[in-house]
């Protein structure tokens, strides 16, 4: 089966503009999160999808981040305006719920300059 | 509130054994996984432990003591591939789906 996609695989952007990163799960999950990894730090929980309802977004670290997932089934997160603390590689993962692990994209390499 | 620790780097022999600790402190606990990441590549699902005990695939094993907040990988008969970083993450209790919240990852590097 193909695994999680994300798109673009890199993205260099000027502070103050806007970037939107895509991510098309494993079909079939309903289940899709968003992760960010920030240089030296660990992998962060942004927020997790169940079909196209927002269940946990208790790690979206504020309104310049929105995430939407129309028809449950890929997943944009924007960042509008971006800042240069958003620089980072952010991970999407898709999981079917009680079976096995969860299946990491190979993430999007977010440059704020 | 959620805390979970592994040493930051290890450095092993080719063919020799490795064991990566992982000590956790979380409100709720609903499984614990390990995950293999490259550098610049995904986290790779390797296991995942939600009684104690043991569980064996292949070269890798994982054991969990959830009276202790303590987990290890066990990585037997170490391969050059194998230098990568290691993950520990603890499922949120919510559901069978609830998010992972990963520590910051041992980098385990194997010498010849």
């Known amino acids: 089966e193909a695994g999680v996609t994300q798109f673009p695989s890199h993205s260099v952007i000027e502070k103050g503009q806007t970037v939107t990163l895509r991510c098309d799960p494993i079909s079939g999950h309903d289940n899709l999160y968003w992760y960010r990894r920030v240089m030296g730090k660990e992998i962060k929980f942004l927020l997790h999808f169940v079909k196209e309802s927002k269940q946990d977004e208790s790690g979206m670290p504020n309104n310049r981040f929105l995430a939407e997932r129309t028809g449950g089934t890929y997943s944009t997160l924007k960042v509008q305006p971006a800042e240069l603390e958003d620089s980072g590689v952010y991970f999407c993962a898709s999981s079917q719920e009680g079976v096995g692990g969860y299946t990491f994209g190979s993430g999007t390499r977010l440059t704020v300059v | 509130g959620q805390n979970i620790d592994q040493p930051t780097e290890m450095t092993a022999t080719e063919g020799a054994i490795v064991q990566i600790n992982c000590t956790y402190q979380t409100s709720g606990f609903n499984g614990l996984f390990w995950y293999q990441q490259h550098a610049g590549e995904a986290p790779t699902f390797l296991s995942y432990?939600?009684?104690?005990g043991l569980e064996e695939k292949g070269r890798f094993s994982s054991f969990l003591s959830r009276s202790k907040g303590y987990s290890y990988l066990l990585l037997k008969e170490l391969q050059m591939k194998d230098s990568a970083s290691y993950l520990c993450?603890?499922?949120?209790?919510?559901?069978?789906?609830?998010?992972?919240?990963f520590g910051s990852g041992t980098r385990l590097s194997i010498r010849p």
């Open positions: 432990n939600v009684l104690d």
């Open positions: 993450a603890v499922r949120a209790p919510y559901s069978s789906a609830s998010k992972i919240i």
